[in-house]
């Protein structure tokens, strides 16, 4: 479907678990809750009423954190309307409609709750430790950045791309939104995706904790008092980290890439690398940032490792007997009123 724009809004961090949809569906006016039994009879409704959407339309596709295959919610912001999974009631309870699709779900599903909670928890717990660890490499890193330099790179940007921008007579909105997830194969994400079609792609290239998410809120700052609406993806490891915005009135995009990352002739780069006192470090000190660096990995991958088994629950909810059927949809749709 053209216009299809695909994101998440929660997952499990360093934070504990986040939830972003308040900010996406804050100005929806018609919210719709899928009471199901299970994700596969949600995500079945949910992919069957994307066929009914006119390919003209631009819909939102909200991924689901656990499994691959699975969908959290669709939103049509021209339309007003969001169609939600449960995890999402409590966030929008006071505006939402339930849907009910139990019924559609023809041989249940063994009750997994309590288990898939403990293993949330482990991950947590592991991502909790990562982050202290990443916390106090940042701390480290932050002596050796030299902030006038900073300060001056970013100012030369919004003064040559930003400031040119016409101001839009609007108040202004943020998505807020997560970048990726954390899966057994890593940090998994779609930014290509989301960026393909923004005309102005920058990348802010530097080694990890060097300041890319201090640059773009800078940006973000004079980019919201211009009126222009942003979505911020953040890390899915770090959520206090941002990993892209994207200002889709302004045609633009800031995207922070890995140092060794390549690049089209085209793209533009900013090398942040030049902030970073060239002071030399003691052997000591490398041994150490080298130690915390290994201590942090391995606690980050312990959390993967144990989310990973969430994966476990699919099976059995891909074997479920479910029928939902096209025009099934339909008639639910039209009972329940929903104006798509």
Do not use: W
Request: with cysteine; aromatic share 8%; proline share 2%.
């Amino acid at each position: 479907m053209s216009g299809q724009i695909d994101y998440f809004v929660r997952r499990y961090t360093g934070f504990g678990e986040v939830n972003y949809i308040e900010s996406n569906a804050k100005e929806i006016k018609d919210i719709f809750i899928l009471k199901a039994a299970n994700e596969k009879t949600a995500t079945l409704f949910l992919k069957e009423f994307i066929k009914l959407i006119d390919d003209d339309t631009v819909i939102e596709v909200i991924e689901h954190p656990d499994f691959t295959q699975a969908l959290d919610g669709v939103i049509i912001r021209e339309k007003s309307l969001a169609i939600l999974t449960t995890p999402f009631i409590k966030c929008v309870s006071s505006h939402s409609h339930l849907i009910d699709l139990t019924k559609y779900t023809k041989l249940p599903v063994r009750f997994i709750a309590k288990e898939r909670k403990s293993i949330v928890e482990k991950a947590i717990s592991h991502f909790s430790k990562s982050l202290e660890i990443h916390q106090e490499l940042k701390r480290i890193n932050k002596e050796e950045i030299d902030f006038k330099i900073a300060d001056e790179i970013i100012n030369n940007f919004i003064d040559k791309e930003i400031n040119i921008q016409p101001n839009l007579d609007k108040d202004t909105h943020v998505y807020e939104r997560m970048l990726g997830i954390n899966r057994d194969e890593g940090i998994t994400d779609g930014k290509s995706d989301l960026i393909t079609s923004i005309k102005n792609k920058v990348y802010l290239k530097g080694s990890p904790r060097i300041g890319k998410s201090y640059f773009m809120k800078q940006v973000m700052n004079e980019v919201t008092n211009k009126g222009y609406d942003i979505e911020v993806y953040r890390c899915p490891f770090n959520s206090d980290c941002i990993d892209m915005v994207i200002i889709r009135e302004m045609n633009y995009c800031i995207v922070a890439c890995r140092l060794n990352e390549s690049h089209k002739e085209k793209d533009h780069v900013i090398d942040l690398q030049e902030i970073v006192s060239n002071d030399a470090h003691s052997e000591e000190d490398k041994n150490l940032f080298k130690q915390l660096n290994e201590n942090c990995n391995e606690s980050y991958n312990l959390g993967v490792t144990e989310l990973s088994k969430l994966q476990k629950f699919a099976g059995s909810i891909e074997n479920s007997e479910i029928e939902l059927t096209n025009n099934e949809v339909e008639k639910i749709l039209k009972d329940y009123k929903v104006n798509y």
